[in-house]
């Protein structure tokens, strides 16, 4: 038993007329996940009184976009087709697949659950055709009850708390795996399958894997109050962590996120912000600025003191005394801090490393002494050359010379008088 195909985008009237039975779906509500397929007769049909469980050989069997059509028998599934068109059954060829945008992977499940035999050309006793909804299911709603702990991390200022947040919003999903699908959720449905038998399952578990995803979101170093921005890491997230609830059970995948802006108690808000401020005071400079902020604050509020603006000045100045550190001081930290962090300044090009190990830039080492060795090579009148002709006298750089004994080349304008490696003479 196979499915031939007819004819793609053909379906309904005229062509319908021409089978023995036509199987065929209208566009499904968007609340309806899966639906039985009915023959649909007319007074040209030949088989006006067969049984809706039954397909006779030469039926023909439409499917639309975004639909995917079994038939089960026996209640297994024998034929699938994910891909619209008409198609004629035909109980004397092999079972076949047409997977459609659905891929590879409803072949493997095929292989695993379907059922590959026939019944030597004959139909069995009950055959009916599913179609399943493989479009987008659009607003599912979403809220946690209970707040989700979150892990604030910010390695730049070596923050790393714990928060608990809550958010809300909508997802959407496919059937991805229609297989799957009949097999562990809906199974021989009568008429149709609707989401609200799954709605609450599904709802739960959604917001029970939030935890996990929020864990890798936080591994990314996402703050809360940016998680709205990250819709596209959270399906992922999502994904990963329902892969085995929901896309090897049930042949479920999350399409899409949305979330309201996440919300934290007014007590781990504040938190983060007073972690924040405490890191800011890691660095001397900022701690020094902080601290002169701090310091103008108080002469404005010593001048202005009932008791008169020098009583208030020599409260000020105890306070000051007893802190153990002053603006000066921290300034003087961070600016050591900075140089210490800068980078050494690169040698400029004229710059030349002395045998001592020192950098110099003038014609002697400025540790030892030593003149700067001169590059080149040079002439028999004593100039220094970098060309292959002499500036002074025109004459030519001299050519590497080589040792007839073992090979080995002079430097260039360096000729020794025997060779340093076997000692044969030049």
Known sequence: MGLIKAGIGAVGGVLADQWK????????????????????????????????????NGSGIAVADGQCMIIVEQGKVVEVCAEPGQFTYNSSTEPSIFAGSLGKSIIETFKTI????????????????????????????????????????????????????????????????????????????????TRDKLDSQLKTEFVSALAPAFGKLSDLEIRPNQLANHNAEIELAMNETLSQKWGELRGLKVKSVALNPVTLPDEDAELIKQAQRTAIMRDPTM????????????????????????????????????????????????????AQAAPQQAPSGDSWKCACGATATGKFCTECGAKKPEEGWKCACG?????????????????????????????EGKTPKFCPECGNAF
Not at 125 to 137: A, G, P, S
Not at 326 to 336: I, P, R, S, V
Request: aromatic letters at 10%.
């Open 21 to 56: 039975e036509f199987f065929y779906c209208d566009a499904m509500d968007p609340t309806v996940l899966v639906t039985k397929g009915h023959k649909q007769i007319t007074g040209r049909s030949s088989n006006t009184k067969g049984n809706d469980n039954i397909i006779s």
């Open 114 to 193: 379907g059922k590959r035999f026939a019944y030597g050309g004959d139909t069995g006793k009950d055959q009916r055709v599913y179609y399943f909804n493989t479009k987008e299911i659009y607003d599912n709603k979403f809220g946690t009850p209970n707040p989700i702990p979150f892990r604030v991390v910010d390695s730049k200022i070596g923050l790393d708390i714990d928060v608990s947040v809550r958010c809300s919003g909508v997802y959407s999903y496919t059937i991805a795996d229609p297989l799957l699908f009949y097999t562990n959720v809906c199974g021989n449905v009568e008429e149709d399958f």
């Open 287 to 338: 701690a020094a600025a902080t601290l002169v902020g701090a310091q103008a604050d108080a002469m404005k509020a010593a001048a202005a003191n009932e008791g008169g603006a020098m009583t208030g000045f020599m409260g000020m100045g105890m306070a000051m005394n007893q802190g153990g550190m002053n603006a000066q001081n921290l300034f003087a930290m961070g600016q050591q801090q900075q």
């Open 383 to 411: 100039a220094v050359n970098k060309g292959k002709f002499c500036s002074e006298c025109g004459a030519k750089m001299p050519s590497a010379a080589k040792c007839s004994s073992c090979g080995w080349e002079a430097p």
